[in-house]
Nanobody, 123 residues
């Protein structure tokens, strides 16, 4: 069964750090791209970070609000995706989803989603 499973969420005070992990299992091929999305209460889901594109599996992209604070990384050998989050702010609070693009170009929506892990930052 193909699945993405997140871990590492929790509660932290502003200025603290958390590391999210996502384990991919059951997929026959590596994803073209993988990324992290988040959804805060009352807001739309937004893409936070992405690694890989249709020309390179190492290129990274970040939403402006997390640049310099978050780092996305991938271990293909272990089929894991990570998001190191430093200097967390209250506005980083939300449900964080791991996502992947399997067998499609990385220009549309992801083809696979995890169930999400909650991150709560208190000010």
């Amino acid at each position: 069964q193909e699945q993405l499973e997140e871990s590492g969420g929790g509660s932290v005070q502003a200025g603290g750090s958390l590391r999210l992990s996502c384990e991919a299992s059951g997929h026959r091929y590596n994803a073209n791209c993988m990324g992290w999305f988040r959804q805060a209460p009352g807001k739309e889901r937004e893409e936070v970070a992405r690694i890989g594109d249709d020309t390179s599996n190492t290129r990274t992209k970040y939403v402006d609000s997390v640049k310099g604070r978050f780092t996305i990384s991938q271990d293909n050998a272990k089929n894991t995706l990570s998001l190191q989050m430093n200097t967390l702010k209250a506005e980083d609070t939300g449900l964080y989803y791991c996502a992947a693009w399997y067998g499609v170009a990385c220009i549309g929506p992801p083809t696979s989603w995890g169930q999400g892990t909650q991150v709560t930052v208190s000010s």
